[in-house]
C-alpha cells in the first residue's frame, strides 16, 4: 500500500527526474548471518524495470519512486524528500534519510515518528 503524500520531491528532483525513469530505495544486505541486517540506498532505473519487478513497491502515488520489499516496511510512512544536484553535469538524486538509516531500522533505533524495522 502506498505510503501517499509522505514522499516528496523538490522541485529540482522533478525537473531532473525524466518521464521513463524512476527512484528506487534499494536494500543492500550487509551481514551474512543475518539476513535483515542492510542499508538503504537510492538510485535511478527505468520504469520499465520497476513495471516487471516483483521486488518494489510503490511508496507514493504521485511521484516514481518505489522500495525493495526488504526496505519498504522501514520506509513506508516516513515523511521523506528526494532532492537532486548535478555535480559535473552528472544528476544525483539523495534523499534526507541518515546515512545509517538501515542498521538503525534493524536495530529498532530510529527518531520518533519513524516507523519500525521488521520484514514483510
Request: proline content about 4%; some cysteine; glycine content about 8%.
Amino acid at each position: 500500500m502506498p505510503a501517499g503524500e509522505a514522499v516528496q520531491l523538490t522541485q529540482a528532483a522533478k525537473n531532473e527526474l525524466r518521464p521513463h525513469e524512476a527512484l528506487v530505495f534499494d536494500w543492500h544486505r550487509v551481514a551474512i548471518c543475518c539476513a535483515a541486517a542492510g542499508e538503504v540506498s537510492l538510485r535511478r532505473t527505468t520504469t520499465r524495470e520497476t513495471e516487471r519487478s516483483k521486488a518494489l513497491i510503490r511508496l507514493t502515488e504521485t511521484a516514481r519512486v518505489y522500495a525493495h520489499r526488504r526496505a519498504y516496511s522501514h520506509l513506508a510512512g516516513i515523511p521523506l524528500t528526494i532532492d537532486c544536484r548535478r555535480r559535473l553535469g552528472v544528476r544525483h538524486f539523495r534523499s534526507d534519510l541518515p546515512s545509517d538509516f538501515g542498521l538503525r531500522a534493524i536495530f529498532g533505533r530510529l527518531p520518533a515518528g519513524h516507523a519500525q524495522g521488521g520484514s514483510r
